[in-house]
């Protein structure tokens, strides 16, 4: 077993907890910066060996502060001498990690949560700012203890996006778009913990195989309804590369509505497939297995790393059909000329805001702004525009994004359509995140060509 303890300040006796509270923090920092989240916690896990107990608390402190930044935020000033907004970064996000414990975590003791914050105060070059965080968080606990509550904005848009930690801009939009009951669902699926979902490889197994497999380890799993090979991980324990099964390619990771889009495509063995935007693969590995591993998948994106990853997945699950290639797809015609009328089916997992998946991505709500939404209509329009010629006679164009913007989505295909006369529409859905059953926010448009 690793120990999370870390020495005191002063070099003398170890202060349990500290090390995954002190990575914690630094994360804080790294997403503050511009880092992505999901890669600076990847990145600190490898750097700094834990056990697993102490890598989860990790992502809870740091995945949970980071959902809960504007909350938090509200508590500060309600507390604090100094606004939030005004407070130096670092200090700022050390008390967001104490006030997160002590107001969410229940099962944090709270002398925990305020010894270690002030310890890493100490520890990390604030020990003159080492009694304000003491002083703060103590105060918290006495809220919390007297039951005292955040003073709620007038305006139902402003108490929303407090009580939701969500961009007010956000808010707005979604009591536009589905009312205040759909909005306040929306966040708090947004807010909650995602489900761990996998795709079973059906080349390779089944789906009664890979549960009985994982039961035998402890791990118990569900069969997701919408999604024939998926299954909903309801326990687990460890490294998911340590489970039975992925080093044989039995099984990987996919939210069940990203497991949805694929068999839109219709996908027949033999078929000729373009995925546009594939990396890091889940969809072109999915496209390879619905067709038996017979026919020919392409998987184009303009990322030679992120197309690497799509390469060492496709080896792990079987993707002898499938062929990779650095380009950009809003001018991949230019590229391969030859391709023109030659796919007889074309995946658009057009690049998009990703507010569909606040509850996975927790600092996208924070990256977000209507201005690069306004910047990614206009890249996802060339897309559909550059693709397809591409597609043939007959052929059929599925369009997906993982967003709820409606101009990203519906709008952005009934321009299409509108242009495009020998398309037709055979199906269109929006997937609003659930806060009950669990899966992403994705929309999909099924376009056929006559």
Known sequence: MLSSSVAAADGSVPVPGLLPRRVAWELLQAVAAGAYADVALERALRQNPMSGADRGLVMELAYGAIRQRQWLDAWLD??????????????????????????????????????????LAKTGKLARLAPVVNGILRAALRARDAGMVLLEPEDSAARLAQAESLPLWLVEQLLVWRGEVGAELFAR?????????????????????VRLALEAIGVESTPIESCPDGLMVTGSAGDLSQWPGYQQGHWCVQDRSAQLVAPLLGPQPGDRILDACAAPGGKATHLVELMGGSGEVWAVDRSAGRLKRLAENAARLGGDC????????????????????????????APCSGLGTLARHADARWRVTPLQVEGLV??????????????SSGGRLVYATCTIHPAENFD???????????????????????????????????????
Request: charged residues 20%; proline residues 7%; positive net charge.
């Open 78 to 119: 309600r507390l604090g001498k100094v606004p939030a907004c005004k407070q130096p970064p670092v200090l700022r996000w050390l008390l967001h990690l104490g006030l997160y414990q002590i107001l969410r975590m229940q099962r944090i003791p709270a002398a925990a949560a305020v010894n270690t914050s002030v310890e």
């Open 189 to 209: 699926a947004s807010n909650q913990v995602p489900t761990l979902d996998l795709r079973i490889n059906r080349r390779r197994t089944s789906r009664e195989n």
């Open 322 to 349: 499938l062929h990779a290639l650095v380009a950009d797809a809003t001018n991949l015609l230019a590229v391969k000329p030859s391709w023109r009328g030659s796919f007889q089916r074309i995946l658009v997992d």
């Open 378 to 391: 206009i890249l996802q329009s060339k897309l559909l525009e550059g693709l397809l010629p591409l597609l």
């Open 412 to 450: 952005q295909i009934k321009a299409f359509l509108g242009r495009h006369p020998e398309l037709s529409l055979s199906q269109e859905q929006q997937l609003w995140p659930d806060p009950e059953h669990g899966g992403d926010g994705f929309y999909s448009a099924v376009l056929d060509l006559s």
